[in-house]
């Protein structure tokens, strides 16, 4: 079965320092992963996804993520961490790649607190 | 552009009440898919719409679940007879078609906040 690992439930990071927000994932195929974050009280917003291609995958707001097949990862990143980026984040996976429904399974969710 | 939208954005019924849930997807967007966010389980799947179908109904948690669409847009998620264990957001989201090797991302709306006391 599909399934995905966020090993962290938060992470604290100083404003300016660089951020990383795991993530693990299980699946029999080619995995497409997904970075949605979500600010309080409101939806999921998208950040980022890995298809096919270049491993290195950039995305909104300066997030970027690497997929690594031998590792089954896919972390989040970020250079240089903002007082704004403080958020839920959430990695997800299609649950079934190439099949007929596109829904995703969500990993748990890690909380990041950016401190001035 | 319009994001997808639900309403009511927050709703507290009675247990055993019935309860309606309403997303409006983007405009042109086929695929639609309700999810729930609750702090015990998580978010998960419940049922993904390709026009006005449900080829995959497999997250619904029981019968009193149900969702049906109408004119390839709108879509109403209800609930029967509620449980306190149905409290949770609501989040609906929509997309491109996702099928076979496509997999377009979806967007979501802000969610309908349940609470049933």
């Known amino acids: 079965a599909q399934s995905v690992a966020q090993p962290e439930d938060q992470v604290n990071v100083a404003e300016g320092n660089p951020l990383t927000v795991k993530c693990t994932y299980s699946?029999?195929?080619?995995?497409?992963l997904f970075w949605y974050v979500q600010y309080p009280n409101r939806g999921l917003q998208f950040l980022l996804k890995?298809?096919?291609?270049?491993?290195l995958v950039k995305g909104s707001y300066g997030f970027e993520a690497e997929f690594n097949k031998s590792q089954t990862s896919f972390h989040l990143k970020k250079p240089s961490a903002l007082v704004s980026d403080s958020a839920l984040y959430f990695c997800?996976?299609?649950?079934?790649?190439?099949?007929?429904?596109?829904?995703?399974?969500f990993g748990q969710g890690t909380t990041l607190q950016v401190k001035p | 552009g319009a994001g997808v939208s639900q309403s009511p954005s927050n709703k507290v019924t009675e247990k055993g009440k019935d309860v309606e849930l309403r997303c409006d997807p983007i405009?042109?967007?086929?695929?639609l898919y309700w999810y729930r966010q609750s702090l015990g389980q998580g978010l998960e799947f419940l049922i993904y719409?390709?026009?006005?179908?449900?080829?995959?109904k497999s997250g619904l948690p029981s019968d009193r679940f149900s969702a049906e669409r109408t004119g390839g847009s709108v879509s109403t998620l209800t609930i029967q007879r509620t449980q306190q264990e149905d409290s949770a957001v609501y989040l609906c989201?929509?997309?491109?078609?996702?099928?076979?090797?496509?997999?377009?991302?979806?967007?979501f709306g802000p969610g309908t906040r349940l609470l049933v006391l």
């Open positions: 989201a929509s997309s491109r078609p996702s099928g076979g090797a496509r997999s377009e991302t979806q967007y």
């Open positions: 699946v029999s195929g080619n995995p497409y």
């Open positions: 890995y298809i096919t291609g270049d491993n």
């Open positions: 997800a996976v299609r649950a079934d790649p190439s099949g007929n429904t596109g829904k995703l399974i």
């Open positions: 405009s042109g967007h086929t695929a």
């Open positions: 719409f390709q026009g006005n179908s449900a080829p995959d």
